[in-house]
């Protein structure tokens, strides 16, 4: 499963997950390669009042830039991108990374449904989108949206999530491309950075 | 990459509403722009964005309504108290030095933020000589903004905000709890001018020594995010500031050169003096 399917046609990758995401991204983000062509987005529920940690938490961990996304700034090349705490995190044309303090969705901002949703315009099938553990149903309606433009979606198998009800709800709106564990999903990122392969060997 | 027919509509929509009702949402942000016109069409129950063009176009009642979401007002009393903490301590200072003193809350949808810094500005003996223009474009949140009356569920967040952004009384003392509703204390009001004013197409109407402008330039692509800067440049005084959102940047905009970065993660801004004018690139 790890082979490097994607990595001619992946231009964005964006991650959701809430209850039990950090350590779930902890399995998956140090995994990223330098090297690594697309930018990768993250939404994880957080607490709205507190800023949030994660650039600190990730950014030691990972080979690839961390940053917390700041309003219209320019979308680099495999850097990650985390939504700050109470905003949505958009991809807007440009690209550029875009916030928005419209009101929660699924009782959340930022939301998962509004980043996955923007990919979907945004890139389309060159969009691939990656649910996680999460405890409600935020994101259900983004996978289904970058399906519906012919991105990849993958979620993880739910068996191994701490909290199954984000990938369940995904998973009842309609079909997903890869249902995974943290490591395929990892070996399946590191892909992502692989050089073209020629086409006859 | 082609342009989709949701765009398509989208694009319709707005040039349809500029020509029939002057509201100009042209030179909004695309992805957030999307999301509110999916949002109006399950709201009004249109299948299509044409759909909610024909509404729009013979129903203003409708248009009202779409209005609402493509305004969306959302705001609280002292969100981000650390802002709040540096206009006191950072600003406040320079502030006193003015005999009289004129602040632009600029998009102040239902009216949180001009009762926070109005309120800010008493404690700090300030508010008998201030002048608060705020201005927005939706009449209805101006209608609420000057009522100044929120769900008294929503205080205990305020209250919280205030006390971190270094309030010095109960907030209590700035408001009248009554069935379920916190009425702000009418002599704040005396203090606040609100008016229709709308960055996109309207001109200065002053010259103010701040601007508070906070989670408003990101709905806007960097063309009208210049021209809204350019507003706010020039109705500022000499060293005047300017306050925006906590994850909001000049950097991107034609103006990052026009002003001093003063507080660095609260995003107060100060503008420079006139020598600086040279390192100011004038948009377009």
Redesign the interface.
């Known amino acids: 499963m790890a082979e490097p399917l994607y990595a001619d046609r992946i231009e964005a990758v964006v991650i959701g997950t809430s209850a039990g995401g950090v350590e779930a991204l902890l399995a998956l983000l140090p995994a990223l390669p330098a090297g690594l062509r697309a930018p990768v987005f993250v939404v994880l529920h957080l607490p709205r009042e507190r800023p949030s940690l994660l650039v600190d938490i990730f950014g030691p961990k990972c080979a690839v830039p961390v940053r917390e996304a700041v309003d219209k700034e320019p979308i680099s090349a495999g850097t990650i991108y985390f939504a700050p705490p109470d905003y949505h995190l958009l991809i807007d044309d440009g690209p550029i990374v875009s916030l928005s303090d419209d009101e929660p969705v699924h009782h959340s901002r930022p939301s998962i449904d509004v980043l996955f949703e923007s990919a979907a315009d945004a890139f389309g099938p060159g969009a691939l989108a990656i649910l996680l553990t999460g405890g409600n149903e935020d994101g259900a309606a983004g996978v289904a949206a970058v399906r519906e433009a012919g991105g990849i979606v993958v979620v993880q198998d739910p068996e191994e999530a701490y909290a199954p009800t984000m990938v369940e709800a995904a998973l009842a709106r309609g079909p997903v491309h890869h249902r995974l564990r943290l490591a395929d999903i990892a070996g399946l990122l590191r892909g992502l950075a692989a050089e073209k392969r020629p086409v006859r060997d | 990459?082609t342009v989709?027919s949701f765009d398509i509509e989208r694009r319709l929509l707005f040039d349809a509403i500029y020509l029939k009702y002057h509201y100009d949402f042209r030179g909004y942000?695309?992805?957030?722009a999307?999301?509110?016109v999916r949002t109006a069409m399950v709201r009004l129950e249109c299948a299509t964005v044409s759909q909610l063009q024909d509404r729009v176009l013979h129903d203003p009642t409708a248009f009202a309504d779409v209005l609402d979401v493509l305004t969306?007002p959302?705001s609280e009393m002292f969100r981000d108290p650390g802002y709040f903490k540096a206009l006191r301590e950072r600003v406040v200072p320079m502030l006193r030095t003015y005999p009289s003193l004129k602040v632009w809350v600029a998009g102040c949808s239902t009216g949180e933020e001009a009762y926070s810094i109005a309120i800010l500005l008493r404690e700090e003996g300030l508010l008998e000589r201030t002048i608060i223009y705020a201005t927005d474009i939706n009449p209805r949140t101006l209608q609420q903004a000057e009522a100044g009356i929120y769900d008294i569920a929503r205080v205990p967040g305020f209250s919280e905000n205030y006390r971190r952004a270094g309030g010095r009384a109960p907030l209590s003392d700035h408001y009248t709890a009554r069935y379920g509703r916190a009425a702000i204390d009418t002599t704040l009001k005396r203090h606040i001018v609100f008016s229709d004013h709308s960055l996109a197409t309207d001109s200065v109407f002053a010259e103010v020594q701040l601007v508070s402008c906070r989670?408003v330039?990101?709905?806007f692509k960097?063309e009208l995010?210049d021209r809204a800067l350019s507003l706010f440049h020039e109705a500022l005084c000499r060293r005047g500031f300017l306050g925006i959102?906590?994850?909001?940047?000049l950097?991107?905009?034609a103006f990052a050169q026009a002003f001093d970065d003063i507080a660095g993660e609260d995003r107060i801004y100060q503008k420079r003096d006139e020598d600086g004018r040279a390192a100011l690139r004038r948009p377009h």
């Open positions: 990459m989709s942000a695309e992805a957030s999307r999301r509110r969306v959302v989670n330039l990101i709905y960097r995010q959102g906590s994850k909001e940047s950097r991107w905009s």
